[in-house]
């Protein structure tokens, strides 16, 4: 006895519907497949199946629906449903491979840092010493929760000023502390009512900052564990990026509502806004000696200018445009003397150029393995690190070249930071994780 009962019924079917069937077949098999795929993302997002890849998957099975169904509603027979459950047969075993794939390869919970696993009480380094400069890794931690499927899970690292603190932004809503020692978790923030973006220390004070997606810029007692006060930064958008002057006196936050907002971070209160008309703000960093401010942008809505700005940061006078960039600059730094800014790009590149004119300073270091997220410059300029796909690099800051790596993250990293003594490294990844490195230099 047949499955389903024949809705039509035809003697000599023609080629097209029949051809029809195949394509709604097709479609249905695909979308069944990336649907799926989704699924095991949101129920199980430690496997690490987000990414722009899942972007592209959801896309194309949201289409493939729509077409199987309309396929389906204008030819059905008998040998088309038939089709049809050997497509969905056929992506129940896509599925189920992606799920074992996934399981096998996933991340093992949580620990302390290694280092205080061991008897000697000292990590091992994960490379020789290269170019005068050892890394070593302390830990990785889970440290947010959430779903890849709707964006990265973890987005921001800071180290507090005497760097025994890293504080992390989460797609949960909260920052969280974390001793750099051993691993610990010592404090949870709660207020924003988005996911939080981007976390920076006041260097002076020690006061913490939070920028987030409900458009606000929080400002946290670490010790007391509570909230000193808010910045609204924009209506109706988004803050991305967070920057403090050295001085601890001032600060300037991104928004997507094409601002830059320069605040006074004893009153907390805006001083002064920089506009470029349809730029959604993506990084942000003074220099050295905070006489300068950069920021990188795209400009909606088409989206295919990618540029960054530096600007006179007591004025707001626009010194410089950065251009080159095909793809997003997901980070921005100066260099210790102020006198370049080194950009990271979703383009895989990492460009340099001259922080007073905009002129590109050498060729683009283009041997990067994925997209670069971040970019953070040592406090003496003997290295910089960037967040190239899943891995942490280190570059010599005067050539650009490679000195080491640590490809440890099984999915993008989100962000990057150095110390204030250039002895660690801090990152965090899309998946929710946290990775702490000392960095010895001899």
Do not use: C
Not at 239 to 263: E, K, N, P, Q
Request: net charge neutral.
């Amino acid at each position: 006895m047949p499955w389903f009962p024949d809705a039509v019924t035809e003697a000599n079917p023609s080629p097209k519907p029949a051809r029809l069937q195949i394509l709604a077949a097709a479609l249905l098999a695909i979308s069944l497949a990336a649907g799926g795929v989704i699924v095991l993302d949101l129920l199980f997002p430690q496997w690490g199946l987000g990414g722009v890849a899942r972007t592209i998957t959801e896309i194309l099975g949201v289409l493939s629906l729509a077409g199987s169904i309309i396929a389906f509603v204008v030819k059905s027979t008998r040998p088309a449903r038939r089709t049809m459950l050997i497509a969905f047969a056929a992506a129940l075993v896509v599925i189920a491979a992606v799920a074992a794939v996934a399981y096998t390869g996933r991340p093992g919970p949580p620990a302390l840092w290694p280092a205080f696993e061991s008897p000697s009480g000292s990590p091992t380094p994960l490379h020789p010493p290269t170019n005068a400069i050892e890394l070593r890794r302390l830990g990785l931690h889970e440290v947010h929760s959430g779903s890849v499927a709707v964006g990265p899970v973890a987005l921001g690292v800071a180290f507090s000023p005497d760097g025994k603190v890293v504080a992390t932004a989460g797609q949960d809503t909260l920052i969280r502390l974390w001793n750099t020692t051993d691993g610990r978790q010592v404090g949870e923030l709660a207020g924003h009512e988005h996911h939080v973006t981007s976390v920076a220390f006041n260097p002076v004070t020690g006061e913490l900052a939070s920028g987030s997606q409900d458009g606000t810029v929080r400002f946290w007692d670490v010790a007391d564990k509570r909230e000193l006060g808010l910045f609204n930064a924009v209506a109706n958008g988004e803050v991305l990026s967070i920057s403090f002057a050295r001085d601890g006196t001032r600060m300037a936050a991104t928004t997507t509502g094409g601002l830059v907002h320069l605040i006074d971070a004893r009153t907390r209160t805006g001083v002064k806004s920089l506009a470029i008309p349809q730029a959604w703000f993506i990084d942000v960093a003074y220099s050295p000696d905070g006489t300068k401010l950069a920021a990188t942008a795209v400009i909606v809505p088409e989206a295919t200018k990618h540029l960054g700005y530096v600007w006179d940061a007591k004025t707001g006078q626009l010194k410089a445009t950065l251009t080159g960039h095909r793809n997003y600059i997901r980070g921005i730094a100066f260099s210790p003397d102020g006198a370049q800014v080194i950009t990271a790009g979703f383009d895989r590149t990492v460009r340099r150029y001259d922080s007073a004119t905009g002129e590109p300073q050498g060729r683009p270091i283009v041997d990067n393995n994925a997209g670069t997220n971040a970019v953070a410059v040592s406090p003496n300029g003997r290295y910089f690190a960037i967040a190239d796909g899943g891995g942490l690099v280190l570059r010599d800051g005067t050539t650009g070249t490679r000195i080491v790596n640590d490809d440890i993250f099984t999915s993008e990293m989100a962000d990057v930071a150095i110390s204030s003594d250039g002895t660690r490294i801090a990152a965090v990844s899309w998946q929710g994780q946290l990775a702490v490195w000392t960095v010895t230099q001899s």
